[in-house]
C-alpha cells in the first residue's frame, strides 16, 4: 500500500505517474481482513482503489486459467512492455488485433467483468529503445553511456556531449554558446536555442545546418544538462547537513579517503581538523534548540569565510565538525608552507568565534563562544583515513584535557589558543 500510494502521489506536474499492479495467483489475499473469510480480494481491493482510484489490477493468468472477479484485466507470462504501456495509457487491452475498453473502476470495489488476455509476445522485458516520435531520438546511442557516467560521477557533461554531437555525421561544426557568447564568432547559419526546466541557458551554432536539424540537437543538449543540473542538485541533498549547510558525515567518509589518496600520488600534505564546540551542551539547556542552532549555523558561517575554497567543512556529529584542509593542485602562493598555513587559519577561526555576538544569546556569548579540538597531517600523523581520525580524535581529547578553547597539533600535544 505504501508503494502504490509513492505512485500515486507524483513529485509534480511534469512527473505523474499511473499504478498498475500484477498479482500472481501464489500472491492473492489469503484473509486478513475484518471478515476473516479465506480469499479475501475483494477488502484487498478496495483498499488499493481508496490509495489511488486510479490503479489498475491485473491478475497474471496460466494455462487458460479463470480470471477472479474484480481485476481490470489479465495478461500473460509472455505480455510485452508496449502492450502494458498501452493498457496504463488508455485502459485498452489488444484481442487479436482488436482493442476493448476496461470498465472503469475509480473508487469502487464492486466485481468488473474480466478481460480478454493481453497480446503475447516473445518477451515481456522492456526494451530500452528510443522513443518514436521524439525528435532527440536520432541522438539515443549506445555510446551515451560514457555521458551518463559522467553525469553520475558529478563531472560537467557540456564538452562530452558537444564531442558526441560533433561526432555525428554532419554535425562536425556545430558548437555551443553561452548566453554572452552567442553572438561571438560570425554570424552563423542556424541557431537553436538550449533549454534547462524551460529556461533558455545559451544555443547550439551552426554554419552548415538548417535550423531544422538543429532544433532535435538542442534539445538532445537540453536534456543532459538538465541532468546534470538535477543531479547535481540530488548530491547536495544527499551530502549536505539541512541546518548548517556544512557536508555531511556521509560526505565526510567518502571524500577523505578519496583526497588522501590524491595527495599520496601527488606527494602533497593534507591535514585534518576535528573539533567540537565548548560547553554546546549548556548553551542549548540554558537558552533553546534554537540558540544552539544558531550557534551551529553562525559557526559553519564563520569558518566557511576562514578555509580556503578547497577546504571541505563538515558536520560529523551533534556540535563536532570536521574540517579537511587540501588543496588539490598545491599551494597558490609558493611561500606557502603546509601544515603552517593551516595553524593560521585555526588561530584566525578560533579568533573570528571569540568574537561573534549571537542573539539568542544575549550577554553570555562574547568572549565566551570557543572551540577544542585536533589538528593531524598526512602523512605524519597517519597514511590512511581511519588512522588520520583516530590521531585528530585523539589530539582533541588530549587538548580537551589542556582547558578550553585550544586546538592540539604534533608531537607532545602542542595548542593553539588556550586560557
Known sequence: MDAIGELADPLDAAHPGRAV?????????????????????????????????????????????????GYDGRIGPTTDAAALRAFLADGTVANGGQARRVPET?????????????????SIEPKLAPARGSRAAAFETGHELELLRTVTAGRPVLAAAMDHLRAQDGFGDVRYADGAEAGSGGVPRSTAPVRVAG???GALCSDTLAPAALAPAAEWLGAWLGLEHEQARLRELAFRDPLTGAWNRRFFDDFLPTAID??????????????????????????????????????????????????????????????IFYEPEGPRQPDSHHPTSVFDIAERFQL?????????LGDDAPGHLTVS??????????????????RADQLALEGKRLGKNVIAFGPGCRRLGGE
Open 352 to 360: 573570528l568565534l571569540r568574537e561573534a555576538r549571537f542573539s539568542k
Open 21 to 69: 499492479v500484477i498479482v500472481d495467483p501464489g500472491a492473492e489475499p489469503r484473509g486478513g481482513g475484518a471478515s476473516g473469510r479465506v480469499g479475501d480480494l475483494s477488502e484487498f481491493l478496495a483498499g488499493l482503489r481508496r490509495v489511488d482510484p486510479e490503479v489498475r489490477v491485473l491478475y497474471l493468468a496460466r494455462n487458460g486459467e479463470a480470471t477472479p472477479s
Open 199 to 201: 529556461t533558455v541557458c
Open 262 to 323: 590524491e595527495a599520496k600520488r601527488h606527494r602533497r600534505a593534507l591535514t585534518l581538523m576535528v573539533f567540537d564546540i565548548d560547553d554546546f551542551k549548556r548553551f542549548n539547556d540554558q537558552h533553546g534548540h534554537a540558540a544552539g542552532d544558531e550557534i551551529l549555523t553562525e559557526c559553519v558561517r564563520l569558518l566557511d569565510t576562514a578555509v580556503r575554497p578547497t577546504d571541505k567543512v563538515c558536520r560529523i556529529g551533534g556540535d563536532e565538525f570536521a574540517v
Open 106 to 122: 475509480a473508487g469502487r470495489a464492486a466485481e468488473v467483468p474480466s478481460c480478454e488476455t493481453l497480446a503475447p509476445s516473445e
Open 373 to 390: 579540538g585536533g589538528l593531524a597531517t598526512f602523512p605524519w600523523d597517519g597514511a590512511c583515513a581511519e588512522s588520520l581520525l583516530e
